[in-house]
């Protein structure tokens, strides 16, 4: 399965964009989805998950109350929807597949077999 994230830009803070996350060559109906986000000079951090029928979401404290993931299996597409978005929001989110999804990994980035390629989000002050 190849991933495609798309849906970066530049917002102002305060302002809100949706990530999309497609696939290709297969279904991302059976895997977890996830998405993770680095940062200039930082480490790949984990953002968002959600089990393969949607009925369970995972989030970052850093961003609860704020992002709301989800997935439209019919679609083959899983969105991750961003508000309230601060400076500190900027980074690369990638979207990425877990074809396993165990309990407990759904926030580690080793658990996820599939990745896009990521897309760009810059939240200006």
């Known amino acids: 399965v190849q991933l495609q994230a798309s849906g970066g830009g530049l917002v102002q803070a305060g302002g809100s964009l949706r990530l999309s996350c497609g696939a290709s060559?297969?279904?991302?109906?059976?895997?977890?989805m996830g998405w993770f986000r680095q940062a200039p000079g930082k480490e790949r951090a984990f953002v968002s998950a959600i089990s393969w029928s949607g009925g369970s979401t995972y989030y970052a404290d850093s961003v609860k109350g704020r992002f709301t993931i989800s997935r439209d299996n019919a679609k083959n597409m899983v969105y991750l929807q961003m508000n309230s978005l601060k400076p500190e929001d900027t980074a690369v989110y990638y979207c990425?597949?877990?074809?396993?999804?165990?309990?407990?990994?759904?926030?580690?980035?080793?658990?996820?077999?599939?990745w896009g390629q990521g897309t760009l989000v810059t939240v200006s002050s």
């Open positions: 060559g297969g279904t991302l109906s059976t895997y977890r």
């Open positions: 990425a597949a877990d074809r396993f999804g165990r309990p407990g990994y759904s926030s580690i980035a080793s658990a996820y077999d599939n």
